[in-house]
Nanobody, 122 residues
Framework: QVQLVESGGGLVQAGGSLKLSCAASGRTFSSYAMAWFRQAPEKEREFVAAISGSGGLVYYGDSVKGRCTISRDNAKNTVYLQMNILKPEDTAVYYC???????????????WGQGTQVTVSS
């Protein structure tokens, strides 16, 4: 079992930056691959980025590639999403997710956070 709590969302102007954090409970954080998803109003949930348990492998969705960086600090049980050059279309609720490997965490994660709102104004 792992519990996830996101933070760092907010209102930012287009072109700005934001860093999201996701704190995980439990003593086996490094055993979990982690991911970020987002869901805009009336749209399906979209994969944003994923990172392996060690942090050695990362993957990004096409819509954020080159503008976002996923990272993790296993000593702090925390995964981050640094977002740069934000666009109004990045407005969404951002969710942290966890699973035991990269394939499930990127497609159908077993654990989800409650989400944090990111709003990008034009």
């Amino acid at each position: 079992q792992v519990q996830l709590v996101e933070s760092g969302g907010g209102l930012v102007q287009a072109g700005g930056s934001l860093k999201l954090s996701c704190a995980a409970s439990g003593r086996t954080f490094s055993s979990y691959a982690m991911a970020w998803f987002r869901q805009a109003p009336e749209k399906e949930r979209e994969f944003v980025a994923a990172i392996s348990g060690s942090g050695g492998l990362v993957y990004y969705g096409d819509s954020v590639k080159g503008r976002c960086t996923i990272s993790r600090d296993n000593a702090k049980n925390t995964v981050y999403l640094q977002m740069n050059i934000l666009k109004p279309e990045d407005t969404a609720v951002y969710y942290c997710a966890a699973d035991l490997s990269l394939v499930p965490v990127s497609t159908r994660p077993g654990y989800w956070g409650q989400g944090t709102q990111v709003t990008v104004s034009s």
